[in-house]
């Protein structure tokens, strides 16, 4: 109608871009105003509003690996901002994404993940699947594996990815890396713990503990970054 006014759409209004219910629940991905949320069997899983720790996931990662050619593992796709990061490395050669979640992996091929609105030929593999599977099948296999399929070690999207955390699940990741590749886990809250854990194995070295602070509707959150070099066998000398 002429003269009419439109109407005004709240910043908070939800506007659902998908939903799935699988073997390992439901997922739900959604709009609230300009942020894309992700819901992962009734657990807030993450948003965009601040994307800055899930991207440095992948550059702090990147930064400790020499060379090129280099191939990646990334174990969770969320929004996609952590492999869209590791793409953006001319260095990669090679991307491996292992989620869990079909609905996810269909939902980037219709271009609905603000990381990813489109997915590149020739460097990217989606790859429907636990990612405990993946690396217990590829030994020696990346120069970087990186993990973020929980909010963290202490708040678990599935209870049975805790098995990731515990030493043999470390352990694997550790032996899916060439002979200094860098294990890279990112977590909510900062995870000293962890970082102790991996340091008691004898297949890591240099392990670091980050933090880094984000702040969001005026409040500071710490998140964290644990961060480890695969060893090397004194045939394969120093990384550089």
Do not use: K
């Not at 209870?159 to 060439?178: D, E, I, K, S, V």
Request: aromatic share 4%; net charge negative.
């Amino acid at each position: 109608m002429l003269g009419q006014t439109p109407p005004v759409i709240a910043e908070d209004e939800l506007h659902e871009l998908g939903r799935d219910s699988g073997a390992h629940g439901e997922v739900v991905l959604r709009r609230r105003g300009p942020v894309t949320e992700l819901v992962v069997d009734g657990v807030f899983a993450m948003d965009d509003v601040d994307t800055s720790t899930e991207r440095a996931l992948a550059t702090e990662a990147l930064r400790r690996c020499p060379g090129a050619d280099l191939r990646v593992l990334v174990g969770g796709l969320g929004l996609g901002w952590t492999a869209a990061t590791v793409l953006a490395d001319p260095r990669v050669a090679a991307v491996d994404v292992a989620e869990l979640q079909p609905a996810l992996v269909g939902w980037a091929g219709a271009g609905l993940l603000p990381g990813l609105p489109e997915l590149p030929a020739g460097r990217l593999r989606l790859l429907v699947g636990d990612v405990a599977d993946t690396l217990a099948g590829s030994p020696g296999r990346w120069d970087a594996v990186l993990l973020d399929v929980d909010n963290g070690p202490a708040f678990l999207v599935h209870q049975f990815n805790a098995g990731l955390y515990a030493g043999a699940g470390l352990t694997a990741a550790l032996a899916a890396l060439r002979p200094g590749g860098v294990l890279a886990i990112w977590s909510s809250d900062p995870a000293p713990e962890l970082a102790g854990r991996l340091a008691t194995l004898p297949g890591a070295t240099d392990v670091e503990h980050l933090v880094l602070p984000v702040e969001r509707d005026g409040r500071r959150f710490d998140h964290a970054l644990v961060l480890a070099r695969a060893a090397q066998s004194p045939a394969d000398g120093p990384t550089g």
